[in-house]
């Protein structure tokens, strides 16, 4: 199988209607690379790079992400406000379900007032988050709606700048060449 594949890469690196090559040429050509390193020099020298289109970039991510987190967590906080008077509510009520009755008719209308005031409360309670999810999604939209203006804007002038660059080198080689 390696003498197929050895023969498959001789195949490949000879040209048509070269001479053979001799065993000991193929081996070192096989194994010589190709250093690139230069080239990718070349090509990267050719094709300047803004690094503060990067460094601007990051900055308008890095803000972007912190007013996003900043929502977030104040929903989080607000969520939890909610979940924890929904509890204490609940836990009120079902004390004084669990008070002792002279009459045996007094549990039931205790455990049926206990179960309208839970209806109550969850209803009271899932009205307040549907505010919450209400405020996120209005304080998103409005996140998003600006990041993509500064984003359009921050893109017109990278065109803008880019068009020009490329406009004042292709005059340069012009210049250059006669």
Request: aromatic fraction near 6%.
């Amino acid at each position: 199988m390696l003498d197929f594949l050895h023969r498959s890469i001789y195949i490949c690196v000879q040209e048509p209607g070269d001479a053979p090559l001799q065993p000991d040429t193929r081996s070192k050509m096989m194994t010589k690379t190709t250093d690139f390193t230069k080239v990718m020099q070349d090509m990267m020298a050719a094709f300047p790079v803004d690094a503060s289109a990067f460094q601007n970039a990051f900055k308008t991510q890095a803000s972007m992400g912190e007013k996003l987190s900043k929502v977030a967590l104040e929903a989080a906080e607000k969520s939890t406000e909610i979940t924890s008077k929904w509890a204490k509510d609940t836990i009120a009520k079902l004390s004084d379900t669990s008070k002792a009755k002279a009459d045996p008719s007094e549990y039931t209308k205790a455990v049926t007032d206990f179960a309208s005031a839970a209806a109550e409360m969850a209803a009271e309670h899932m009205a307040a988050f549907a505010e919450v999810a209400k405020k996120v999604q209005m304080e998103t939209v409005e996140l998003m709606m600006a990041a993509g203006k500064d984003a359009s804007e921050e893109a017109q002038a990278a065109v803008k700048k880019a068009t020009a660059d490329a406009t004042s080198a292709v005059k340069k080689a012009a210049a250059a060449a006669k």
